[in-house]
Every structure is written in structure tokens, then in C-alpha cells.
């Protein structure tokens, strides 16, 4: 098992460029969550997901989109970024049943010159 | 406001001495308190998930234990390894898949 596979591990972006984070699992995870982290903070929910077709915002959704087609891929796209999109951006996901650990990606580390 | 605070922000320790880190919440209501271990350059791993119901569990050399009166929460560290230098999280977690409440974490470094 992979577990959660992100890509790209790292990218640089001009600002008002956009791109797409890609999120995979192959454990079968119902739920499925964007975070992004900053230095000294705590993790931020961008965008989550309980299943293929249905997505919601988080605590920071804005200038971000996802979908969610399959159960397996949860991709986080940026439009016209913004340098305070600089950022660690892990994927997670987590299977339905209560009290279970959420499995993270190692992360996309995205700069915005 | 929902918060989770950890202390030390940072910590040095010889290897094979013992440590303790704090995490302090005000997050309600309560569904369960996650330690996770944070290796640089990599993503959230999880150490212990503990409910309401529990105060002590373990991992290993990393016991985690929970005072749901107080909202404490610390994980302790037995006879730690160069391999334990890490940020460690404590989330805090209400009822409903999306309610994590994540610390800054503390930065464990263990010297030889």
C-alpha cells in the first residue's frame, strides 16, 4: 500500500499563474481532507470531502477549488495565485468509522515568487 | 474560541532521557485528543487516538495520557532516540468528521 501519494513534491509558481495538486489513496478512504500549513501555525482545513462527488469548505477555502470524482483522487486547485498561497499543502484521508487516525501525504511544498 | 496550545514550543534532550509535552484545549464538545509525530519534510503520522472514556495509552516508548476535567493531555517519551527529534501534534477533535482542532506543535530535538 502507498497510503497517500501527493505530487508535486515541490513547485514554484509566478503570481496569477494557477495549478493542481494531486492527491491519491488506495485504502479506500470515504473521507478525504486538504490542510495547508504555515511556519509556526497549526494545520488549516482548505477543503474536504466525504465521498466521491460531494466536497465542502474548510476554515480557508478561499482561492482554492477541489472535486472529488472518484473515491481515490481528491485533487486542490489554485487559481491566480497569490503569494499568500505560499504554503506546505498535505492531503489527507481517513476512513468512515469513528476514532480513526487520518492518513497524511508528505506533503507539496509550493512557493509563490 | 476553539484552541489547542502545546508546550514547550521547543525541546533538547539527550538521548536515552525521558520527556514530557503538554497540550491544553478548550475545544468543545469533545470527541477525542490525537497525538501525531511530524518527521521534517514529511507528513502527520499518528501516535495514539484517545476517547473521552480513556487517560492512558500507549505506543511503544510514547505513552499518551488525558485529563478530559482539565483538558490536558501529555505524551511522554521513555528512553528517547535520535530518531524521535520531531514536531509532535496534539488535535483535538469534536463530533463530525471535519472538527479537527490542530496545535503548533512542539519541537523535540534529541541529542547524542
Known amino acids: 500500500n502507498a497510503g497517500v501519494t501527493q505530487t508535486p513534491k515541490f513547485r514554484i509558481l509566478k503570481i496569477g499563474q494557477s495549478m493542481t495538486l494531486q492527491c491519491t489513496q488506495d485504502?479506500?478512504?470515504?473521507?478525504m481532507y486538504w490542510y495547508r500549513q504555515d511556519p509556526g501555525m497549526g494545520l488549516k482545513l482548505i477543503y474536504y470531502s466525504v465521498g466521491a462527488g460531494i466536497t465542502d469548505k474548510g476554515e480557508v477555502p478561499n482561492g482554492y477549488n477541489v472535486s472529488r470524482s472518484t473515491t481515490e483522487d481528491f485533487p486542490l486547485r489554485l487559481e491566480l495565485a497569490a503569494p499568500s498561497q505560499t504554503s506546505v499543502y498535505f492531503c489527507?484521508?481517513?476512513?468512515?468509522?469513528?476514532?480513526?487516525?487520518?492518513?497524511f501525504g508528505d506533503g507539496t511544498r509550493l512557493s509563490i515568487l | 474560541k476553539n484552541q489547542v496550545e502545546q508546550s514547550p514550543q521547543s525541546l533538547i534532550i539527550l538521548e536515552g532521557k525521558n520527556c514530557t509535552l503538554q497540550c491544553n484545549y478548550t475545544v468543545s464538545p469533545f470527541s477525542n485528543l490525537r497525538w501525531y509525530k511530524q518527521d521534517t519534510g514529511r507528513g502527520p503520522v499518528s501516535l495514539t487516538i484517545m476517547t473521552f472514556s480513556e487517560n492512558t495509552k500507549s505506543n511503544g516508548r510514547y505513552t499518551a495520557t488525558l485529563d478530559a476535567d482539565t483538558k490536558q493531555s501529555s505524551l511522554h517519551i521513555t528512553a528517547s532516540q535520535l530518531s524521535d527529534s520531531a514536531s509532535y501534534i496534539c488535535v483535538v477533535t469534536s463530533p463530525g468528521f471535519q472538527k479537527l482542532v490542530f496545535g503548533t506543535g512542539t519541537r523535540l530535538l534529541v541529542s547524542p
Open positions: 485504502m479506500n478512504h470515504n473521507y
Open positions: 489527507a484521508s481517513r476512513s468512515a468509522w469513528e476514532n480513526q487516525p487520518q492518513h
